[in-house]
């Protein structure tokens, strides 16, 4: 059994920063061997992904967010971080955090990020 926890929503201006965190609870051996995402989903949009880390620390982006977003695991700590900056409007979504391997697939409940103009 995997949790995800994910905390720092909110409401922020355009331009601005939030730094998003996903506590995972259960064996830090079976974080490791996780691959850890971050998805985003709008209201009347599908979710997407946003980026995601290897247990070995390659990462991949969205296009949208490459070059703003960063995405950092400490597996000592057991926790995925979305560092967000220069956040447009249209970043306003519903972020869940993922951990996914061949037989597991887990998701956190999801914080709400809301950018205003």
């Known amino acids: 059994q995997v949790q995800l926890v994910e905390s720092g929503g909110g409401l922020v201006q355009a331009g601005g920063s939030l730094r998003l965190s996903c506590a995972a609870s259960?064996?830090?051996?079976?974080?490791?061997?996780?691959?850890m995402g971050w998805y985003r989903q709008a209201p009347g949009k599908q979710r997407e992904l946003v980026a995601d880390?290897?247990?070995?620390?390659?990462?991949n982006y969205a296009g949208s967010v490459k070059g703003r977003f960063t995405i950092a695991r400490d597996n000592a700590k057991n926790t995925v971080y979305l560092q967000m900056n220069s956040l447009k409007p249209e970043d306003t979504a519903v972020y869940y955090c993922?951990?996914?391997?061949?037989?597991?697939?887990?998701w956190g409940q999801g914080t709400l990020v809301t950018v205003s103009s």
């Open positions: 993922n951990a996914r391997r061949d037989d597991l697939d887990i």
């Open positions: 259960g064996s830090i051996f079976s974080i490791n061997a996780m691959v």
């Open positions: 880390i290897t247990s070995g620390g390659s990462t």
